[in-house]
Each structure stands twice: as structure tokens, then as C-alpha cells.
């Protein structure tokens, strides 16, 4: 009867070491693009126009007149959602604004108020991967596998945000200028809690 209730003991214990040790189901994530040697490499990563863009002039956030209390940030945070893959725009809106893959394979998320809205032939739901540091002094990586993608893919454009963000989805053709990159995905606490993005 000693030895069962031992075992027992011991079980819960480790299952409770267990438990102390693993990963939350969420991650907030600050997300830079890699790729060496090329303009993109450490750039910053904005959401604004309802897309994600490399460099330019940070995000687009909106707050209401009539909320109190939001606060102002000059980076893009993602909420990663490690039991299903899904994604979506670290903001405080209720419902939240999700982060899918448009019919024409660019990067983006649901205006405010619309979640769960989506353009036919979009990948909503699913299809992000995280992959935590491999060992100290390098970074952990945010993919994307959904539909057979192959990850990420920026591609120049005009104006104010220079470099767009698609996803290499099979049978998809970018142009020459477009760059394959990986994305560096930072863990992030604490960080200001913006409204909405738009």
C-alpha cells in the first residue's frame, strides 16, 4: 500500500515539473525579416492597410475618440496560437483581428469588428509554425506550412511601405524581384496594447 501510494506521489510530482516546464498556448511575438546580404535583412515587420509590409513607416493603429486609456506603440506584435497554428494581431479590440492569407497569397488580417470575415479562397485558422531557439545566441523562427506553403516572401512595391509580404503557396509565381526570408520571432511581455490596427 506504501509503494502505491509512493508511486502516486511521484507520478503527480512530475506531472507537475512537467507542466511548469512547457510552453504557454499563446505566444505575443515581434517578428524582423532575415535575409542575408539583401534590403530586407533585420527589417521590421508592420501591419497597416489591412496587410504586413517590410520596413516603412511602422504600423497604422487606430483608437476611438470614445475609449480611454490606449496606448500608442511603433511596432507590430502578433498573438501566436500554438494548439491550432492560428494567428492574430496583438491589439485589444474585442474579437480581435486575425492574421490569414489572401486568394492572391499576401499576408493579412481582418479589419476591426470583422473577425472571422474572409475573402473566398482564403487560409484562415491555421498554417503558422514556431520554432523555439535551437540552441543559446540564435533566434526562434515564425513559418508558415498551410496549403503546402514553403514560408514567406516579400516583394518589392511603391510608396510609403516598400517590401510586401506573400506566402509561397505551390503554383504560385512572384516576380524576379521578390526575395524568399525566413522571420525571426522575438517573445515579447509587457509591451503597449494598441486598439486596433488598420
Not at 470583422?114 to 479562397?121: A, C, D, L
Not at 516583394?155 to 516598400?162: D, E, H, L, S
Request: proline content about 9%.
Amino acid at each position: 500500500m506504501q509503494l502505491i501510494a509512493s508511486v502516486v506521489a511521484a507520478a503527480s510530482l512530475l506531472g507537475a515539473s512537467v507542466q511548469a516546464e512547457s510552453q504557454p498556448d499563446v505566444l505575443t511575438l515581434g517578428l524582423t525579416a532575415l535575409r542575408s546580404a539583401s534590403p530586407i535583412h533585420f527589417g521590421s515587420i508592420n501591419a497597416a492597410n489591412s496587410k504586413f509590409w517590410i520596413w516603412g513607416p511602422g504600423p497604422k493603429t487606430y483608437c476611438p475618440p470614445n475609449i480611454t486609456g490606449c496606448q500608442k506603440t511603433n511596432s507590430t506584435l502578433i498573438d501566436l496560437y500554438l494548439d491550432n497554428g492560428a494567428a492574430g494581431l496583438y491589439a485589444n479590440i474585442p474579437g480581435g483581428q486575425d492574421i490569414f492569407v489572401a486568394p492572391d497569397g499576401s499576408l493579412s488580417f481582418t479589419e476591426p469588428h470583422m473577425e472571422g470575415v474572409f475573402p473566398p479562397g482564403s487560409i484562415a485558422y491555421s498554417g503558422f509554425t514556431y520554432t523555439a531557439p535551437a540552441e543559446p545566441g540564435t533566434v526562434a523562427i515564425l513559418g508558415f506550412k498551410g496549403n503546402g506553403s514553403t514560408g514567406f516572401v516579400a516583394c518589392p512595391r511603391k510608396g510609403a511601405y516598400p517590401w510586401q509580404i506573400y506566402v509561397q503557396l505551390p503554383g504560385k509565381n512572384y516576380t524576379s524581384g521578390c526575395l524568399g526570408f525566413d522571420v525571426s520571432a522575438a517573445n515579447v511581455t509587457n509591451a503597449p496594447l494598441p486598439w486596433e490596427f488598420i
